[in-house]
């Protein structure tokens, strides 16, 4: 018999499942595909020997994420935490630099060196309260007050249209805006301003830091300990009805990585009308077009800091992405489009032949498109990087109608599993201090459709896992360190 079946291996599954078989109990993780993951899957998708991220490639929450640390995820697999944040390329061959030292980020933004410092410093002070505060449901009472004012002030003052106030040059909002782009939304707005003032003042304390060998190295730890402690994986193995998975494992509790949809269809028999109405009205969001390049050599930016960056921001300045953003959301293929791309060979060799290079790039589309945006991104990185064409060995692209096929989780291409709204954040997928837990007995939902939302952090996972633990099983929340 077994006491849990959890349903899906991406990050949230795998850390319901850790936690739940380090309470003891029996688990039973199912996963559709051939390989556990999700979205922090590693595969050589061009040529042999150059191993590309499928989805996630750079983890802002690995050293912050109170679940990762609990789990002590840095003690498991190598995190390799660059000097360099991220990059903004402008025009003229300028760049803007988020160092990890905040000090040294301020002195490179000349006369808006001060604003950036007032904006990021009391967060750098108050991490903690503001981690606490934007990694579960937000109906709750804060463990640091002081901290989400700071939070929630400057919030609002980069997502309102009064967002420029207090700078002199394009640089600094530039950079702002790139980071605020992570939660494809509209632009300005509190919901992108919040996910980017987070991502934000994550650059200047752990960092952004980049697995060494692949973001698999993240999914791979947690498979392994799960292993460790009596659980089960079972791949190629897709569930299609909760009733049914109950009744051929004896599971009490069934927790599901799964959208509001799919649990909608799945639990159709178990859930009341009124909560399935709730999951049906879930909104989903624009998507992603990703191509990933074998490169014969490092990517030549005109701005040589650039050239430390793992993480790059393209489309200019804030005003050039917030309009190229809000096309999208509009239904339209901008002309210059945001991109976001990763070169994570200028910290970890590992990913590609001594000498060569991996280049992750995705942009922002319509949902559903199936537009190709390659030669889009390839136009967009030529601009601040002659001659990046020509190292290219290979190329091979997912439009976002491939990005919601190869990920039932991404309907559209929306790799947020939901839009990034203020409505949506209070309302992921209901409104209640547990979200995680269903009117269903036993039945919960632990998916990037729940808070906290979208990252790799296993946040709603565990979360998940906890109120089952409570509800279900009447048990404390175990210890996950090594």
Same mark, same amino acid.
């Given at each position: ?293 074998? +490169?014969?050599? *490092? /990517?030549?930016?005109?701005? =040589?800091?650039?050239?430390? #960056?793992?993480? &790059?921001? !393209? %489309? ?109 954040? +209070?309302?992921? *997928? /209901?409104?209640?201090?547990? =979200?995680?837990?269903?009117? #269903?007995?036993? &039945?919960? !939902? %632990? ?36």
């Amino acid at each position: 018999m077994t006491d849990v079946a959890v349903v899906g291996a991406g990050p949230n599954g795998l850390a319901a499942a850790v936690t739940l078989a380090r309470a003891g109990l029996s688990v039973r993780l199912f996963e559709a595909a051939e390989s556990i993951g999700g979205g922090t899957r590693t595969a050589e998708l061009t040529l042999p020997g150059f191993r590309h991220d499928v989805c996630a490639a750079v983890h802002p929450m690995a050293l912050a994420s109170p679940f990762f640390k609990a789990f002590e995820l840095s003690r498991r697999i190598e995190l390799l935490v660059p000097e360099v944040s991220y990059g903004h390329p402008l025009d003229g061959g300028r760049a803007g630099i988020a160092y990890r030292d905040l000090e040294r980020t301020v002195e490179g933004l000349g006369a808006d060196g001060r604003a950036w410092q007032a904006l990021m410093k009391p967060l750098l002070r108050r991490l903690d309260g503001v981690v606490d505060f934007t990694q579960g449901s937000l109906l709750r009472l804060p463990k640091d007050p002081l901290a989400v004012l700071e939070y929630g002030l400057r919030t609002l003052a980069q997502g309102t249209p009064a967002w420029n106030m207090g700078f002199k040059e394009d640089v600094a909002p530039a950079m702002l805006t790139g980071v605020a782009a992570h939660a494809i939304g509209r632009l300005p707005s509190l919901s992108a301003s919040g996910a980017g003032m987070l991502l934000g003042v994550l650059a200047h304390a752990s960092g952004w830091p980049v697995p060494r060998g692949g973001s698999q190295a993240i999914a791979q730890a947690m498979a392994d300990d799960l292993l460790t402690h009596g659980g089960q994986i079972e791949v190629s193995h897709r569930v299609v009805s909760v009733a049914g998975l109950k009744n051929a494992t004896g599971a009490r509790a069934v927790i599901c990585d799964v959208t509001p949809r799919a649990l909608a269809t799945m639990a159709s028999d178990a859930l009341p009308t009124r909560y399935i109405r709730q999951l049906e009205s879930f909104k989903y969001g624009a998507g992603v077009c990703k191509v990933d390049f074998a +490169l014969s050599g *490092p /990517v030549p930016w005109t701005a =040589p800091e650039l050239r430390n #960056a793992p993480t &790059l921001h !393209l %489309g200019g300045t804030r005003r050039a992405i917030a309009f190229a953003e809000n096309e999208v959301l509009a239904g339209r293929h901008p002309e210059n489009p945001y991109v976001l791309a990763v070169q994570a060979g200028v910290i970890d060799d590992s990913r590609a032949p001594a000498g060569q290079h991996t280049f992750w790039a995705y942009t922002h589309v319509p949902a559903g498109s199936t537009r190709d945006c390659t030669e889009d991104i390839i136009r967009s990185v030529e601009k601040y990087a002659p001659g990046f064409k020509d190292l290219i060995l290979a190329s091979t692209t997912l439009t976002a109608q491939d990005v919601g096929n190869y990920n039932a989780n991404y309907i559209g291409g929306d790799i947020s599993s939901g839009a990034v709204t203020m409505a949506q954040l +209070l309302k992921r *997928p /209901v409104i209640s201090p547990d =979200p995680w837990r269903t009117p #269903a007995e036993g &039945l919960y !939902l %632990g998916s990037a459709s729940t808070p906290p939302g979208p990252a790799v952090h296993g946040m709603a996972g565990w979360l998940a896992a906890k109120s089952a633990l409570k509800n279900t099983f009447g048990l404390p929340a175990p210890d996950l360190g090594l």
